[in-house]
């Protein structure tokens, strides 16, 4: 069974922190940049990804190709073979920085997620504490007001206070 590539951890990673198919969020990255940010850069660092993955395969293949059993390379082609390792060693290294760098990113949105809660609990908190009375579930009607004190000549029976 092959394993995951780093393409398809950062895919997975992708999806799972924003909930939805890396196709609609391709999407939003484009059409609404400004309302995640987190996305758009999650996304341009996974279009590297894309093509520092697809670089991995091709040196791969071509090492394959070139020490396949039975096969004897040429003296001239001992340059191709060292270079091509050494090549496949830099994509793999890239693979693993920009995979890395979604992980951050993810990291930061979760991270995040709190913070941007706080000032909303913060005001809610604030608005029930000014009205003197706890906040009702959504959809509930609240309580009607409590009727103000009556200013008015005083009820019978009580006299002026000396």
Request: overall charge positive; glycine content about 4%.
């Amino acid at each position: 069974m092959p394993t995951a590539t780093m393409l398809d951890q950062a895919t997975t990673m992708i999806e799972k922190a924003w909930g939805q198919p890396i196709e609609v969020l391709e999407v939003l990255a484009v059409r609404r940049p400004c309302e995640d940010p987190l996305l758009r850069s999650a996304m341009h660092t996974r279009t590297a990804l894309v093509i520092s993955d697809n670089s991995v395969a091709v040196h791969k293949d071509r090492l394959h190709a070139m020490t396949r059993p039975g096969y004897v390379p040429a003296f001239y082609e001992l340059d191709r073979l060292t270079d091509s390792a050494v090549d496949l060693r830099v994509a793999h290294s890239e693979s693993h920085a920009y995979l890395q760098a979604i992980r951050r990113v993810v990291e930061a949105r979760e991270a995040a997620a709190p913070a941007a809660r706080a000032p909303v609990d913060r005001l809610t908190q604030a608005a029930v504490a000014r009205s003197g009375r706890t906040s009702s579930a959504p959809g509930q009607v609240p309580d009607p007001p409590a009727p103000s004190a009556v200013v008015g000549p005083p009820a019978p029976g009580a006299g002026p206070r000396r």
